[in-house]
């Protein structure tokens, strides 16, 4: 069997997928399967990036609303049928206004997304479920709250990606990025 060269080792600083090359003697098709691979691989840290600030400035500005008008919250909290609602007004117009600032940032954002994606789900059985059973089959997109639990479950378990504070903390702690990025 004729040896066979192998593709040099990656380095520390780049992802192994940006280094390998296919021979220069590879088809058009491999040589341009490679290249899509490799720019896809250098961008991968936007996924969890735009994710992240798109997501968080939504609760943030929707947080922000509902803190201006907390009486209004509570009233409709109220109409739902929701325990305590003055209290549950409280907290989800907080959690909502500081839980995405800090989805922004990337800090604590696996324990936010999992609170915010909770608070999705008590919209999707409560304000929501007419809209969410009348759309369930053929388009549940089309009800935010159901969108939005999909990006949140995702950013729990791909994690906040390599532009985050939670990345940079996990790196300083010694972590090798655990709580930072998935493997």
Excluded at 87 to 94: G, L, Q
Excluded at 110 to 131: E, H, Q
Excluded at 140 to 164: E, M
């Amino acid at each position: 069997m004729p040896h066979q060269p192998q593709s040099p080792a990656p380095s520390p600083c780049s992802p192994a997928i940006l280094v390998q090359m296919p021979p220069a003697n590879a088809g058009p098709i491999r040589r341009l399967a490679a290249l899509g691979l490799r720019i896809t691989g250098a961008l991968a840290f936007l996924a969890p990036l735009l994710t992240r600030l798109v997501v968080g400035w939504g609760f943030h500005v929707t947080g922000h609303g509902k803190l201006q008008d907390l009486g209004k919250v509570t009233g409709f909290f109220s109409s739902l049928g929701i325990p305590f609602p003055g209290a549950n007004a409280a907290f989800i117009a907080s959690l909502e206004f500081f839980g995405g600032l800090l989805l922004i940032l990337g800090l604590g954002t696996r324990i936010f997304a999992f609170l915010l994606s909770c608070s999705m789900v008590v919209a999707l059985l409560t304000a929501d479920r007419p809209d969410f059973i009348q759309k369930f089959p053929p388009d549940p997109t089309d009800v935010a709250s159901f969108t939005y639990l999909l990006f949140l479950i995702w950013l729990v378990l791909y994690g906040p990606g390599p532009i985050s504070i939670d990345y940079f903390l996990s790196k300083w702690l010694g972590l090798n990025g655990k709580t930072g990025e998935s493997k």
